[in-house]
């Protein structure tokens, strides 16, 4: 079975370091992985550089492949990276813009078969947007275009799905739909699957390991309950607060002050 495996990684902006050697533990088929931490704590910048959209040394593997040396055709064939936006200014139709990560790189213009267009279309329902499939991406919601972007990663059936906030700018159905589904994709597909977040509820309801990051280093890692606690909400988040459960027995975190 490969896992990904990130070692010793480093990252700067500039002589700002974000990333001051993190190490991951080996992050596996069907898993899900939950990045929490305050702003600035280089969330994003961890899951963009093993996408090998920031520059990082160190070591990121999947298998025998070293990602952050391999070209970008062979990146492309283990990662898709869903970002906090799409590019602004896109006239294509959604399922246009669904459909053109799963083309031949040499040509991804090209028209689509049945086939694809039924993926496409079949991830869309699982979203619970496919009304939305003729309509052009610049007349969507920001909401709207997440989940569409959410759809550009899961067409491409990568082995790893790096996802930036992908509920950032959801109502609570929608994140639902979101996190349900990106859940039972990573299950189904044996993918490994890891999101920034920053609502810890979430992280606490759908992730099977929480990885928690302060000021470039990782502070915490484990399963959701044994990392979201009382001392680390103090710590990194400087806020009071407990972990009760709810009627059904799940546990949920309940913000009391700021300290």
């Known amino acids: 079975m490969k896992a990904l495996t990130v070692t010793n990684l480093h990252a700067s902006y500039g002589p700002n370091r974000v ?6 533990p080996d992050l596996t088929p069907g898993s899900l992985t939950a990045v929490i931490g305050p702003n600035a704590a280089g ?8 996408a090998g959209l920031q520059r990082a040394t160190g070591t990121v593997r999947f298998g025998a492949c070293d990602l952050l040396t391999a070209s970008w055709a062979d990146r492309a064939q283990h990662i898709a990276y869903m970002p906090q936006h799409l590019p602004d200014g896109l006239s294509l139709s959604v399922l246009e813009t669904v459909i053109i990560p799963a083309r031949s790189t040499t040509n991804p213009f090209a028209p689509a078969d049945q086939a ?3 993926r496409a279309l079949r991830i869309l329902h699982k979203l619970g ?3 939305l499939a003729l309509r052009p991406l610049h007349a969507l919601s920001g909401g709207q275009r997440q989940m569409v972007a959410l759809a550009q990663a899961m067409i491409r059936d990568p ?5 930036d906030e992908p509920t950032s700018a959801l109502d609570p159905h929608h994140q639902l739909a979101v996190m349900r589904c990106v859940h039972d994709f990573t299950r189904a597909e044996q993918v490994i699957g890891v999101f920034v977040c920053h609502d810890l509820n979430l992280a606490l309801t759908w992730a099977d390991r929480v990885v928690a990051l302060s000021d470039g280093r990782i502070t915490a890692s484990g399963p959701p309950d044994q990392v979201i606690t009382p001392d680390l909400l103090a710590d990194i988040y400087k806020v009071e607060g407990r972990i009760e459960r709810c009627s059904h027995g799940r546990p949920m975190l309940i913000y009391d002050q700021a300290i």
Do not use: N, Y
């Open 19 to 24: 990333l001051c050697g993190v190490d991951l």
């Open 43 to 50: 969330k994003t910048t961890l899951i963009r550089a093993i």
């Open 116 to 118: 694809l267009q039924d």
């Open 129 to 131: 947007i496919e009304a």
């Open 159 to 163: 082995d790893i799905l790096l996802l």
